[in-house]
């Protein structure tokens, strides 16, 4: 099983160079970044783990920009969001972005993307809540197409794109439906999800990995519904707090990757919590 981590890095935190380098050198399989544009001041959505919101929620670096210095100081560590907010970026420009690191990388990128929780977030950047799962699913075909060997049009109901030269190209390869680089989606399990996943999607990220005994056969139905390959389907716990109980019940699911937590802390603290997840690799 490969063991990534996933962190929010701030400007008072390791890093990037410094933390992909270690992980690279110790055995790790990746480094996923979460993101947030800003957390408003005035904000009523409350935090979905309870509690006040912590503090690195409103310092949380571009995750693009700092898996590019990451992927400039390793050769095979893998690079992966956790997960990018579509919904609030143009979507020409991520595309742009996206195919930009797959490509610098040598095709490490795995785009892990969600909705979502922040309400006042997501209305600075013109998202109208309930549609906002819509407008993902329309914003990733429009990125699709841009990322097709051949110039290609799309129309969608929330924006299109004319038929267009749009290089880098990322590099991993199409998989069925699926353009791009590496692309898995974040939330709750149901069949709305599910359906979105079979569509555009290499698999899920199902964050904290509870509850996979009974909702990994509803997915796997619905990825052989929808014609897609069984073995090709990838399901990737998310921000898990690892135990050798909790890993080998992943392995009998068939789960291959696991994205474990760290906490938003100074070298020292990060460094030595790696030495601790040292008997997973």
């Known amino acids: 099983m490969r063991i990534a981590v996933t962190i929010f890095l701030t400007d008072e935190t390791i890093t990037p160079t410094r933390l992909a380098r270690e992980l690279e050198q110790r055995g790790f399989a990746g480094l996923y970044l979460p993101e947030h544009t800003h957390i408003p001041v005035e904000r009523t959505t409350p935090y979905p783990a309870g509690g006040d919101l912590p503090r690195e929620y409103g310092r949380t670096l571009d995750p693009f920009v700092a898996l590019g210095q990451a992927a400039a100081v ?6 992966g969001t956790g997960i990018t907010l579509v919904a609030q970026h143009d979507p020409i420009d991520l595309a742009k972005q996206i195919a930009t690191v797959d490509h610098l990388s040598g095709g490490r990128l795995t785009l892990g993307l969600g909705y979502g929780w922040n309400v006042e977030e997501a209305a600075d ?3 109208e809540w309930r549609t906002r799962r819509e407008l993902v699913r329309d914003r990733m075909r429009l990125m699709q197409a841009l990322w097709a060997e051949e110039p290609t049009a799309y129309e969608g109901e929330y924006g299109g794109v004319r038929a267009s030269t749009a290089y880098p190209k990322p590099v991993q390869k199409p ?3 699926v353009t791009g680089p590496r692309t898995l989606v974040g939330g709750a399990a149901g069949p709305k999800l599910f359906s979105h996943i079979c569509e555009y999607a290499d698999g899920w ?19 052989a519904d929808a014609g897609r390959d069984p073995s090709a389907l990838q399901v990737v716990p998310y921000a898990v707090q690892p135990s050798p109980g909790k890993l080998a019940h992943y392995a009998e699911l068939g789960i291959e990757e696991v994205v474990v937590q760290l906490p938003p802390a100074g070298e020292t603290e990060v460094l030595g919590l790696l030495d601790g997840f040292a008997p997973y690799l």
Not at 205 to 223: D, F, K, M, N, V
């Open 74 to 79: 390793t050769e095979t560590l893998g690079l």
């Open 205 to 223: 990220l199902p964050i904290g990995g509870r509850g996979l005994s009974e909702s990994l056969p509803a997915l796997r139905t619905a990825w």
């Open 125 to 127: 950047h013109g998202v």
């Open 175 to 177: 998989r069925g439906p």
